[in-house]
């Protein structure tokens, strides 16, 4: 068997995903579907093609993979961490958690000389114990602020004239324009890093019996854990094709460093489903716990192992209905199509979101049980066309609005002006029905859900963090005072605080607005959206197999 790869088993879509940087992105915004930060010579590629699509070429740096670790606390004692243009509020994706930060927090505090040489203290120490070598795939989000690290990069546009005098083949890396195809990757021009963040990282749902009496609650552990005989791994960058054999995680849980799983049973007379892991990516295990949680009160992960064993044959799993973009990428290596970027967005962390929600709740003197719509602009017009929808009393026309869709309504906005004035309440209904995934919207006792962990890190981002954890452990333990709180209060697990909308001080109208008008820019919010869909019908089938079809909500 050559590389044939493992997907995600809820949504579909590889692991093995691939970038390429745009000119004034650092080499560690690129990789290749290894997670190898490779680079691809001018020589490799055709310059006549390349010429026509706006590639470019630069100038490669030199030792290229010692640049990507140089701003760092752990191998540069003397790195502060730029927060200086970081703005703070509520909303944002709260960067703080750090591990650069935990290294820096001295500076607060009475104590502060006292605590900056005992800082300086387990800088030093942990620059000579910790080695981060270098990491494969995703760079770690403490190095991903690029906008520090932007360099003045010497580069050409490709011309079908070669290349430029003074240079040779081997100083010159080609750096694919928009539209280029020479790379088998999404491009730095169409989706950013941080929307692509934790796209590579996978992690598994392993039956007990693959921990060996191992499993044990490690303080990680999800409320679900403790009763089901499945648990969540550690996490891993990228899976390796199925002929190479089972990734490693990280951190090992329950005794699994290497656990075993694909999407297809290709032996189910001798191998049984307990004895494969279902691989996913946090994210989607993340909606999955959200929907089970409003259809089902519970994390029904019996309910999805049923419907995992049920459909393990390859067919099964490639007949599961998914998104054209999906099945057009399920080539034998994942095929970067341009235009499906929003494949490898995270549904999770949404740059354009949180300012689009901020708006709308932004506005302290919108009155939420008057009318959306600023209506003096219109009023002056002729009122004399005949109207019978006016003579309609103000409770039917609401009766009338709510049996509409979006669209019905835009026209009866247009048809009459009976229904100029909107209720506020109407837009809740149309964000809640039409955009079902948009969960911000949620009110709290509908679904009370709090994100795993694993869903706060990327694989190489967990790792980092664990070593880091590890030699607080040992340092304190070596001064005998270590405890499992100690280090939980010097490097807590990153939370990003969750965003929801109150439902009486929200204008609903401008949020659903503003959500269909930005939609080009919320590929996360498209992807969430493709995999709700998906997870909608695992859902459904879970409740077939389970004999409940009837079961109202
Ligand atoms: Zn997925
Ligand atoms: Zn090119």
């Known amino acids: 068997m050559g590389y044939s790869e493992i997907y995600c088993h809820l949504c579909g879509v590889s692991f093995n995903i691939a970038r390429r940087r745009k000119l004034g992105e650092p080499d560690f915004a690129q990789w290749d579907y290894t997670g190898d930060q490779s680079n691809l010579g001018v020589d490799e590629v055709d310059l006549e093609e390349c010429a026509q699509k706006g590639c470019a070429m630069a100038v490669m740096y030199s030792g290229s993979t010692e640049n990507i670790y140089k701003d760092n606390a752990v191998n540069d004692p003397d790195y502060i961490a730029d927060h200086a243009n970081d703005s703070h509020n509520g909303y944002e994706y709260d960067s703080d958690y750090e591990s650069t930060d935990a290294m820096s927090r001295s500076d607060s505090g009475d104590n502060a000389d006292d605590e900056d040489c ?38 050409f546009p490709v011309t079908s004239n070669g290349i430029p005098d003074g240079y040779t083949d081997e100083q010159l890396e080609h750096i694919g324009g928009p539209e280029c195809t020479e790379h088998n990757a999404y491009s730095g021009y169409a989706i950013s890093l941080e929307e692509m963040r934790g796209c590579r990282t996978a992690q598994f749902l392993v039956h007990r019996n693959q921990s060996r009496g191992n499993w044990r609650p490690d303080g990680l552990c999800e409320d679900w854990e403790l009763s089901q005989p499945w648990f969540l791994s550690g996490l891993t960058d990228g899976v390796a094709s199925r002929d190479m054999g089972p990734d490693e ?61 049920s459909e393990f044959s390859y067919d099964d799993f490639h007949n599961f209905p998914r998104c054209a973009e999906v099945f057009s990428a399920q080539e034998q290596f994942w095929s970067h199509v341009p235009g499906s970027e929003y494949l490898a967005a995270s549904p999770l962390h949404v740059p354009n979101l949180p300012p689009i929600l901020q708006a709308a709740v932004g506005d302290a003197n919108f009155n939420t049980s008057a009318g959306v719509f600023d209506l003096s602009l219109h009023m002056s017009h002729g009122t004399s066309v005949h109207d019978p929808l006016a003579t309609l009393p103000l409770e039917i026309r609401h009766l009338i609005l709510g049996f509409l869709g979006s669209r019905d309504i835009a026209n009866l906005r247009l048809a009459s002006r009976a229904f100029q004035q909107l209720p506020n309440g109407l837009w809740y209904r149309l964000v809640r029905e039409e955009m079902p995934w948009l969960w911000e919207a949620w009110p709290e006792t509908e679904c009370a859900h709090t994100p795993s962990p694993w869903t706060e890190m990327t694989a190489n981002e967990t790792k980092t963090f664990h070593q880091y954890r590890e030699t607080y452990k040992s340092r304190l333990t070596s001064e005998g005072q270590f405890s499992t709180d100690a280090v939980s209060d010097l490097l807590p697990w990153p939370r990003t605080p969750q965003i929801r909308l109150p439902r009486n001080a929200t204008n609903w109208y401008q949020l659903y607005t503003d959500v269909r008008h930005s939609w080009g820019q919320l590929k996360g919010l498209q992807n969430r959206k493709r995999i709700w869909e998906d997870v909608e019908e695992i859902i459904a089938r879970i409740r077939r197999y389970s004999g409940d079809d009837n079961l109202s909500t």
């Open 249 to 309: 995680v990280f951190p090992t849980r329950g005794g699994v460093s290497h656990p075993w799983a694909d999407n297809i049973n290709f032996d189910p007379k001798h191998m049984q489903g307990d004895e494969f892991a279902i691989p996913f990516h946090p994210w989607c295990f993340d909606i999955f716990c959200r929907q089970s949680q409003a259809k089902f009160n519970r994390i029904n992960v019996a309910g999805l192992i049923k419907w995992r064993d």
């Open 118 to 155: 005992e800082m300086q203290w387990y800088h030093d120490w942990l620059s000579t114990t910790v080695d981060l070598g270098s990491q494969r795939g995703e760079p770690i989000r403490a190095l991903g602020n690029l906008t520090s690290k932007q360099m003045a990069e010497l580069s």
